[in-house]
């Protein structure tokens, strides 16, 4: 049975940092590409970013670029997001996620596995 259990979610003051984590169980981590995506009340769901399997490839949503990093650690089995210079409009329950692909991808609907999500609120 597969699992993302995401972690380092909380609350922070506008200009602060967070860092997540993703610790995944059950699946071929090392073969997995892995992302972040993020939901903020009353929205869709947004791509955040993306990994792919030894971590050279990544992708990053417009609105995060230059700001966000992601990471993985094979491994350890965990995908981390390095959130820096965060904004109130950063505010939205995070989703880590995982695919059976090869190829990076920036859509929600290409990822197989989900995590529960962990809530970041920036306050301004």
């Known amino acids: 049975q597969v699992q993302l259990v995401e972690s380092g979610g909380g609350l922070v003051q506008a200009g602060g940092s967070l860092r997540l984590s993703c610790a995944a169980s059950?699946?071929?981590?090392?073969?997995?590409?892995m992302g972040w995506v993020r939901q903020a009340p009353g929205k869709e769901r947004e791509f955040v970013s993306t990994?792919?399997?030894?971590?050279?490839?990544?992708s990053y949503a417009n609105s995060v670029k230059g700001r966000f990093t992601i990471s993985r650690d094979n491994a350890k089995n965990t995908v981390y997001l390095q959130m820096n210079s965060l904004k109130p409009e950063d505010t939205a329950v995070y989703y880590c996620?995982?695919?059976?692909?090869?190829?990076?991808?920036?859509?929600?609907?290409?990822?197989?596995?989900w995590g529960q999500g962990t809530q970041v609120t920036v306050s301004s």
């Open positions: 990994i792919s399997w030894g971590g050279r490839t990544t």
């Open positions: 996620a995982g695919a059976r692909r090869a190829v990076v991808s920036t859509l929600a609907h290409e990822y197989d596995y």
């Open positions: 059950g699946l071929s981590f090392s073969k997995s590409v």
